[in-house]
């Protein structure tokens, strides 16, 4: 059974960075085609993909905010990481992360969720 | 950058048949997958790679993909089939995810 739970703080200061930690089980982040990727929720707004890592650790980011994200992985503690520089209110959303699959380009989805940790930017 | 172009909002009659549509150019060429969120939870992945269920889908969830439409129909719609709707495609030309803009489905 595969499970994602995302972690971190509830609260952020504009300008701080925020780190959040996704922990998994129930698959390996070193089986060929598996990735976790990070996408957000603004409140009442659509999805939007920010950050994807792979087995072989390659890194991909979305457009829209590359300048200012990291994702990094942990495979001995079955933990990956997102960092976000220079929170500001814009950012407060619901953050997501997720089990990407797909060793070709018509599968790659997220076929596993986590429930979402809510980040609010507020001074 | 390529977009995903989804209606904001489909009402449907219980018992009837919902399609929501996902637009996008030879969006046919890539593998499409829908997702459902409810209020409050996490999205659910209902179809992949344009017409395929996941284990724990009902069958009334389908897909089809070809020209520039993607289309995820739900028949026999029920009242605990309101909820957001989502499509999303791999772009290989951008190296990127791309999610559409959610269509919110009402049961009448």
């Known amino acids: 059974q595969i499970t994602l739970k995302e972690s971190g703080p509830t609260l952020v200061k504009p300008t701080q960075t925020l780190t959040l930690t996704c922990t998994f089980s129930?698959?390996?982040?070193?089986?060929?085609?598996?990735?976790v990727g990070w996408i957000r929720q603004s409140p009442g707004k659509a999805l939007e993909w920010l950050a994807l890592?792979?087995?072989?650790?390659?890194?991909i980011y979305g457009p829209s905010l590359k300048d200012r994200l990291t994702i990094t992985k942990d495979t001995s503690k079955n933990q990956v990481l997102l960092t976000m520089t220079n929170l500001q209110p814009v950012d407060t959303a619901t953050y997501y992360c997720?089990?990407?699959?797909?060793?070709?380009?018509?599968?790659?989805?997220?076929?596993?969720w986590g429930q979402g940790t809510l980040v609010t930017v507020s001074s | 950058s390529y977009v995903l172009t989804q209606p904001p909002s489909v009402s449907v009659a219980p018992g009837r048949t919902a399609t929501i549509s996902c637009g996008g150019s030879?969006?046919?060429?890539?593998?499409v997958h829908w997702y459902q969120q409810k209020p409050g939870q996490a999205p659910v992945l209902v179809v992949f790679?344009?017409?395929d269920r996941p284990s724990g889908i009902s069958e009334r969830f389908s897909g089809s993909n070809s020209g520039d439409t993607a289309t995820l129909t739900i028949s026999h719609v029920e009242a605990g089939d309101e909820a957001d709707y989502y499509c999303?495609?791999?772009?290989?030309?951008?190296?990127?995810?791309?999610f559409g803009g959610g269509t919110k489905l009402t049961v009448l």
């Open positions: 790679s344009d017409s």
């Open positions: 997720a089990h990407f699959f797909g060793d070709y380009n018509s599968a790659r989805r997220f076929d596993y």
């Open positions: 999303q495609v791999w772009d290989s030309n951008s190296v990127s995810v791309v």
């Open positions: 129930g698959f390996s982040l070193t089986t060929s085609g598996v990735g």
């Open positions: 030879n969006i046919g060429d890539k593998g």
């Open positions: 890592i792979y087995w072989d650790d390659d890194k």
